[in-house]
DNA sequence: CGTATGTTTGATGAGTATCAATCTAGGTGG
DNA sequence: CCACCTAGATTGATACTCATCAAACATACG
């Protein structure tokens, strides 16, 4: 079913999902129709490895729908999230011929890919998509920083809210504000794939997940439908300033 | 006497000692006129602060000699250092115009900026800078990702083995490598910034340092003062692959 | 010589990892 | 259709790393 959903997009730049948010934001027509030469489509399904780190890497591309993570890995196991990809983001360095990072599909996916050497030719020529990549570049560049805060300095519950607090930022949808106050989503990410990007352990995770709704900063339905009935009170516990109590 | 040091080298970016490593690497001679135009020296003391979060900063600009970093800070007083800024790196987002960090010099600093308006609009018309920056951000993410994996996973132990190791890549004179096999430079932060870098207290640091000069991975003259007779060895105790014990 | 800043070392406790058992839901095959 | 199986999640008991609180030490500077 995901399948069909995931074919249900049009292959023409001009009503892609991600058009003016991914690389190509920028590109002109005429921009678009030299991209649409070199572009193809990929689809993975959850749990599929998109790359490993250190492989040979022949594109670049976007995410269209679905999330990814770029994790690493120590030679005795431990691992590290060091990304995670939403639509519209970035995978791949021009430049660069392999892969630094291990890039896997955590729920169904489809990228728009770009032959990599193409694609760098492009970027010389063409500053609209130079442009655009540095502008996202620096944006993940301070969401890492950010990151880095969290994993350095807060505790596990902190950790858990300040998970909480970004996936309900961008994936709760206006409306479902708008109506109740309370901010609605599911989970993208296994309690395995929250500890790898919190730098804690799974049963950490779900500890704290637990103890957050027994104080009823959130409530679950199953394992992954999560409602926070006071965004304020979430940005409280993950140390963030909450300010005003608004949803801004 | 670092004072007198500073002002040695010449306002003349030919003779500049990042000229081939900053921002300004691939311009032309044109280009570099252009940018003499705009650019301003600034020096800083150790300790003192370039720029508060969320202050107003209507320059960009390098770093020429010393160093400075990168901090974020929460309300309760918790620091996390997320960069290190050594000669040659960048400060400052174009298209930004207040700052994100707390940057603050933790060594006599040279700075070579530039006016921000000016060079935002250098940018649009001399992709040689883009270019260049864009490649230097990329860079600094792979770096954020990197210390990702150290803040998230590794032990006390493996935190200052990892920093120790980095510092000593770039620090290290060929020199002093090829002639006794040992690395020998002197730590350019205190055990404070060492922990807000790492994650840890500052008696954490102290101790693990204590045990590594025990253990012999590490020797010491008086409290900066490093020598690391095994650089295969030490990379091991950071976690990293030692592969052979050459010093690659 | 005295003060300030940075560092080391010690004693104790909190927070999280580890090891282990149990629970749940979804999918499979009899 | 039900029993089983598996992956993911929860919960519990215990151990260990690192933070915290506290005191002493070192070095540079006035």
């Given at each position: 079913?995901?399948?069909e959903r995931s074919l249900s997009f049009s292959h023409d730049c001009e009503?892609?999902?991600?058009?003016?948010?991914?690389?190509?934001?920028?590109?002109?027509?005429?921009?678009?129709?030299?991209?649409?030469?070199?572009?193809?489509?990929?689809?993975?399904?959850?749990?599929?490895?998109?790359?490993?780190?250190?492989?040979?890497?022949?594109?670049?591309?976007?995410?269209?729908?679905?999330?990814?993570?770029?994790?690493?890995?120590?030679?005795?196991?431990?691992?590290?999230?060091?990304?995670?990809?939403?639509?519209?983001?970035?995978?791949?360095?021009?430049?660069?011929?392999?892969?630094?990072?291990?890039?896997?599909?955590?729920?169904?996916?489809?990228?728009?890919?770009?032959?990599?050497?193409?694609?760098?030719?492009?970027?010389?020529?063409?500053?609209?998509?130079?442009?655009?990549?540095?502008?996202?570049?620096?944006?993940?560049?301070?969401?890492?920083?950010?990151?880095?805060?969290?994993?350095?300095?807060?505790?596990?519950?902190?950790?858990?809210?300040?998970?909480?607090?970004?996936?309900?930022?961008?994936?709760?949808?206006?409306?479902?504000?708008?109506?109740?106050?309370?901010?609605?989503?599911?989970?993208?990410?296994?309690?395995?794939?929250?500890?790898?990007?919190?730098?804690?352990?799974?049963?950490?995770?779900?500890?704290?997940?637990?103890?957050?709704?027994?104080?009823?900063?959130?409530?679950?339905?199953?394992?992954?439908?999560?409602?926070?009935?006071?965004?304020?009170?979430?940005?409280?516990?993950?140390?963030?300033?909450?300010?005003?109590?608004?949803?801004?």
């Amino acid at each position: 079913m995901l399948n069909e959903r995931s074919l249900s997009f049009s292959h023409d730049c001009e009503d892609c999902p991600i058009r003016h948010r991914a690389v190509c934001a920028r590109c002109d027509q005429a921009e678009l129709e030299r991209l649409e030469e070199i572009k193809y489509y990929r689809k993975f399904e959850a749990g599929q490895t998109v790359v490993w780190s250190g492989d040979r890497m022949d594109f670049v591309g976007s995410v269209v729908s679905g999330i990814a993570t770029l994790t690493q890995t120590m030679e005795d196991g431990r691992t590290q999230m060091v990304g995670l990809l939403l639509p519209s983001d970035f995978v791949g360095r021009p430049g660069r011929d392999s892969a630094a990072y291990d890039v896997t599909a955590t729920t169904d996916l489809v990228m728009c890919c770009f032959r990599k050497t193409p694609f760098e030719n492009m970027m010389d020529q063409t500053p609209h998509i130079a442009q655009r990549l540095l502008e996202m570049t620096l944006d993940e560049l301070d969401a890492a920083r950010e990151w880095m805060l969290v994993l350095g300095r807060k505790t596990a519950r902190e950790k858990i809210a300040s998970l909480l607090s970004i996936i309900a930022r961008r994936d709760a949808s206006v409306a479902t504000r708008a109506a109740t106050h309370s901010i609605v989503f599911d989970l993208p990410l296994t309690r395995e794939a929250m500890a790898d990007y919190l730098g804690l352990t799974l049963e950490t995770v779900s500890r704290q997940i637990s103890a957050l709704r027994k104080d009823g900063v959130i409530a679950l339905e199953g394992k992954r439908h999560v409602t926070v009935p006071d965004m304020g009170r979430l940005l409280e516990e993950a140390g963030d300033d909450a300010d005003g109590g608004v949803f801004a």
